[in-house]
């Protein structure tokens, strides 16, 4: 079956913009969490969504945001960009966290901010 | 606050030897704790959980100790091979879910 999809794959922004990044779950799969991952800092937990609710949420300002939808497709949206910003966005998908499963990562959004 | 450490040194071996990689965590007490690799540009990708109760658990030339007083866990690769160089990440979770990543290590395997 299909893997986790993330669109787009590369993209370039401006300070000051602002950006959406796309996340297709494994069908079937309801939780969908998003990760920042930098080379100074690792990968970061950003926060999780399952049922279309968020149920947890990591240390990252207010502009980064994010919604699930009733078919488990995900959006994260970060705004006011800042060169800071740049980085690979990782989503995860798994049938319920809670519990251990697998999560299973997409390729990522690469995301540079100038 | 919660730390999650990793070999900071990139691992170097010869093909055939075992790899043993290091996450060591602190003041966290962690459900279970999981394993990726990941490859340049790509996402990681999952390779093992193992529970608090858990001691050991194995698969293929793959194996994973979990020591809640040390504290500590343990991922070896035996006869290891030039394709499993890469990053190699641990990450802890609580029972909710929530997953927190350690910098990785990266392994590197010569011919």
């Known amino acids: 079956k299909a893997g986790v999809t993330q669109t787009p794959r590369y993209l370039i922004k401006t300070r000051g913009q602002q950006v959406t990044l796309s996340c297709s779950p494994i069908s079937g799969h309801r939780s969908v969490s998003w990760y920042q991952q930098t080379p100074g800092q690792g990968l970061q937990f950003l926060f999780e969504y399952f049922s279309e609710t968020q149920r947890n949420k990591g240390n990252f300002p207010g502009r980064f945001s994010g919604r699930q939808f009733s078919n488990s497709r995900s959006e994260m949206n970060v705004s006011t960009l800042e060169l800071g910003d740049s980085a690979l966005y990782l989503c995860?998908?798994?049938?319920?966290?809670?519990?251990?499963?697998?999560?299973?990562f997409g390729e990522g959004s690469w995301l540079t901010v100038v | 606050s919660q730390k999650i450490e990793q070999n900071s040194e990139a691992l170097n071996i010869q093909e055939g030897k075992t790899a043993t990689l290091t996450c060591n965590y602190t003041?966290?007490?962690?459900?279970?704790l999981q394993w990726y690799r990941q490859d340049p540009g790509r996402g990681p990708v999952f390779l093992l959980l193992i529970r608090e109760n858990e001691k050991e658990k194995r698969k293929e030339r793959l194996k994973v100790t979990f020591d809640t007083t040390l504290k500590q866990s343990l991922f070896h690769i035996t006869a290891s091979q030039p394709a499993d160089s890469a990053t190699y990440l641990c990450a802890l979770a609580n029972q909710g879910g929530k997953l927190i990543f350690g910098q990785g290590t990266e392994l590197s395997v010569k011919p």
């Open positions: 995860a998908s798994s049938l319920d966290r809670t519990s251990g499963n697998t999560i299973y």
């Open positions: 003041n966290y007490s962690p459900a279970y």
